[in-house]
T-cell receptor, first 113, second 112 residues
Framework: DGGITQSPKYLFRKEGQNVTLSCEQN?????MYWYRQDPGQGLRLIYY???????QKGDIAEGYSVSREKKESFPLTVTSAQKNPTAFYLC????????????FGAGSRLTVL | EDKVVQSPLSLVVHEGDTVTLNCSYE??????LLWYKQEKKAPTFLFMLTSSGIEKKSGRLSSILDKKELSSILNITATQTGDSAIYLC????????????FGQGTTLQVKP
């Protein structure tokens, strides 16, 4: 079945450590996105990529980095520069049809100890 | 500043009740409005609305867009415990990038 796989589902990190969240899709979608979800704030866009080897900052990119070396993969690194990284992270993708209907992964919950 | 606001933020009802969730927006270059249902994990797509006044329906759920009022409502009739979830509203404001602005979400709890 086609879909988006995020891993790990749960991750604990000590302050000062970088962590990388994986996102893999087999939907053959060109565009991929990373959102952060906090209680009461909805989803906020971190980074997005419309094509391999290209990506753009979203609204809250500070303290995060991404790469898009393959169409199927869009990993997100939460760096030690991110001041409040504890959150639920959602990866999504969409077809380049203009419909903009996102398909989401199941998410990764990061907790900083 | 572009924004999407949902109300209420949380709602508790009993099975069989009808609920109406609201989404209002102030977005330049509006293209479409999307509703998603999120049950603990991945949000799942419910509706996409682009034209004002045309109701979309799926079983007990329905939604309509009012471009004059810059708002949309999501109705759920004869609620069931399985309807308990966060309902997210999002507006597409730049279709060439696929960027969306999400509201805060409405948390619905349906009690037996």
């Amino acid at each position: 079945d086609g879909g988006i796989t995020q891993s790990p589902k749960y991750l604990f990190r000590k302050e000062g450590q970088n962590v990388t969240l994986s996102c893999e899709q087999n939907l053959n979608h060109d565009a991929m996105y990373w959102y952060r979800q906090d209680p009461g704030q909805g989803l906020r866009l971190i980074y997005y990529s419309q094509i391999v080897n290209d990506f753009q900052k979203g609204d809250i990119a500070e303290g995060y980095s991404v790469s898009r070396e393959k169409k199927e993969s869009f990993p997100l690194t939460v760096t030690s520069a991110q001041k409040n990284p504890t959150a639920f992270y959602l990866c999504a993708s969409t077809e380049p049809s203009g419909a903009n209907v996102l398909t989401f992964g199941a998410g990764s919950r990061l907790t900083v100890l | 500043e572009d924004k999407v606001v949902q109300s209420p933020l949380s709602l508790v009802v009993h099975e069989g009740d009808t609920v109406t969730l609201n989404c209002s927006y102030e977005v330049t270059n509006f293209r479409s409005l999307l509703w998603y249902k999120q049950e603990k994990k991945a949000p799942t797509f419910l509706f996409m609305l682009t034209s004002s006044g045309i109701e979309k329906k799926s079983g007990r759920l329905s939604s309509i867009l009012d471009k004059k009022e810059l708002s949309s409502i999501l109705n759920i009739t004869a609620t069931q415990t399985g309807d308990s979830a966060i309902y997210l509203c999002a507006v597409v404001y730049a279709s060439n990038t696929g960027k969306l602005i999400f509201g805060q979400g409405t948390t619905l709890q349906v009690k037996p």
